[in-house]
């Protein structure tokens, strides 16, 4: 592999393959990593990387983030200039009974990912946040320029953590680094652990859907193919440092070191009761529907301010929930052949 290639973590998962997938399209070098753990079927993991294996111009490398030696050499190998970090535990609910999952993966993996950028030369480590960070913030939509000092969940303080850990490699050592605060992503190839999947999978099978909150949720759902546009256009545009940045009335979003965060919604919250119906249509059957309180780390709405993204890096997601979900249903039917 030339040693331009491009890192993804996670390149096995979700966002890692839909993103590897479009470097690879406009002839990048990339070279995937991954555990390929069972927080979901391996199965589909899998198949994703049977499809990145097609390209000539991609490497699997299998490999825990937690491994502080091969992380170390691969580094070593490659001196990557370009770092797209995906890998990581998710999930809200999933933190609430396997904390310590989230702490080898989302903090120790991520300070030996920082380590190998910092002493081989990266030119820009682009890394996952989330928007759980906004934790209990009630203020909508929500802006990369608010605090988010209170999260409600493990997995929201790995992630407000990572923040934080990228910042501080960002001031000591220069290394340019940006956070990308997702927004429920959906779509094909997606995790069976999210909504969409779960409510299509239930639908098909004739079992009730979960809607907690009783069903009084807003989410700002954010097609895959939008997400992954992003972040390749980020990629290229490393944070060069905030010349106006004033420590007495600091912008959270944003430092005197090449550090910056953005927001990656859709920026239009839908009601999931909407989603449903949505869902319902596109699968041309009925759902069962099983109304339940909200569950703890969880939040009643979402809802992405962009204007960051839209201003500097020149990008808005712009597909419907209609079209989106039109696609994420072919998908599921012929990977499930139905």
């Given at each position: 592999m030339p040693t331009d290639a491009v890192l993804v973590t996670g390149a096995a998962g979700f966002i890692g393959f839909h993103v590897a997938e479009r470097l690879l399209s406009e002839g990048r070098n990339v070279v995937g990593l991954d555990n390929i753990n069972d927080y979901y079927d391996p199965k589909l993991k899998e198949a994703r990387l049977d499809r990145l294996k097609q390209h000539a111009n991609f490497t699997f490398v299998k490999l825990d983030l937690t491994d502080r030696g091969g992380v170390k050499a691969l580094f070593e190998q490659h001196r990557f200039a370009y770092v797209v970090h995906l890998a990581a535990q998710a999930g809200v609910r999933y933190s609430i009974d396997h904390p310590h999952a989230y702490v080898d993966s989302n903090i120790e993996g991520f300070i030996n990912v920082l380590e190998g950028c910092r002493h081989h030369g990266g030119r820009h480590l682009l890394f996952a946040s989330s928007s759980s960070v906004y934790g209990a913030n009630s203020k909508l939509p929500f802006s990369v320029h608010d605090n988010v000092d209170h999260?409600?969940?493990?997995?929201?303080?790995?992630?407000?953590?990572?923040?934080?850990?990228?910042?501080?490699?960002?001031?000591?050592?220069?290394?340019?680094?940006?956070?990308?605060?997702?927004?429920?992503?959906?779509?094909?190839?997606g995790r069976p652990d999210m909504a969409i999947f779960l409510f299509a999978k239930a639908i098909i099978e004739g079992q009730p859907i979960k809607l907690f909150n009783h069903g009084q949720m807003r989410r700002d759902f954010t097609y895959v193919d939008d997400v992954a546009h992003a972040i390749v256009r980020v990629l290229g545009r490393p944070p060069e440092g905030n010349s106006t940045w004033n420590s007495e009335s600091p912008d959270p979003s944003s430092s005197a070191a090449p550090w910056k965060i953005y927001n990656i919604g859709n920026n239009r919250p839908e009601d999931l009761m909407h989603v449903v119906s949505v869902l319902e249509k596109a699968l041309?059957?009925?759902?069962?529907?099983?109304?339940?309180?909200?569950?703890?780390?969880?939040?009643?709405?979402?809802?992405?301010?962009?204007?960051?993204?839209?201003?500097?890096?020149?990008?808005?997601?712009?597909?419907?929930?209609?079209?989106?979900?039109?696609?994420?249903?072919?998908w599921y039917r012929d990977y499930h052949g139905i």
């Open positions: 999260p409600i969940s493990l997995y929201a303080a790995s992630k407000k953590a990572n923040e934080l850990m990228a910042h501080t490699y960002s001031h000591l050592y220069g290394l340019p680094t940006t956070g990308l605060r997702f927004f429920t992503v959906y779509g094909p190839w041309g059957k009925s759902a069962k529907r099983e109304l339940l309180p909200m569950q703890p780390g969880d939040v009643p709405a979402t809802y992405a301010d962009i204007e960051d993204l839209a201003s500097d890096i020149g990008f808005r997601p712009s597909t419907t929930i209609e079209e989106g979900v039109g696609r994420f249903v072919k």
